[in-house]
């Protein structure tokens, strides 16, 4: 009953910029912590970047100072402004959000993000 849907990824040269964006539509009645994580080939899927409901941001070591996390509550849509970006940066990213008060999570389908010259 709960459905994301990420879009924005592709290719993109080392030193450039790309933005995600993910909505969330669905049984959802309320505003609720999202994120986004990523999957390199032969990692362990990781955190990127986690925001609230009333907007605080946590940031991991790997990214911080580089990627912006926000969100339009009125469109249940979060967004990641990515600058700077590395060849290690390349990964599947999911969106994610948590809902209800167990803080289920649902998770989008993904979307590419290469980086290379």
């Known amino acids: 009953q709960v459905q994301l849907v990420e879009s924005g990824g592709g290719l993109v040269q080392p030193g450039g910029s790309l933005s995600l964006s993910c909505v969330a539509s669905g049984s959802i009645f309320g505003i609720y912590p999202m994120g986004w994580y990523r999957q390199a080939p032969g990692k362990q899927r990781e955190l990127v970047a986690t925001i609230t409901s009333s907007g605080d941001t946590n940031y991991a070591d790997t990214v911080k100072g580089r990627f912006t996390l926000s969100r339009d509550n009125g469109k249940n849509t979060e967004y990641l402004r990515m600058n700077s970006l590395k060849p290690e940066d390349t990964a599947v990213y999911y969106c994610?959000?948590?809902?209800?008060?167990?803080?289920?999570?649902?998770w989008g389908q993904g979307t590419q993000v290469t980086v290379d010259s």
């Open positions: 994610n959000i948590l809902i209800g008060a167990s803080r289920r999570p649902y």
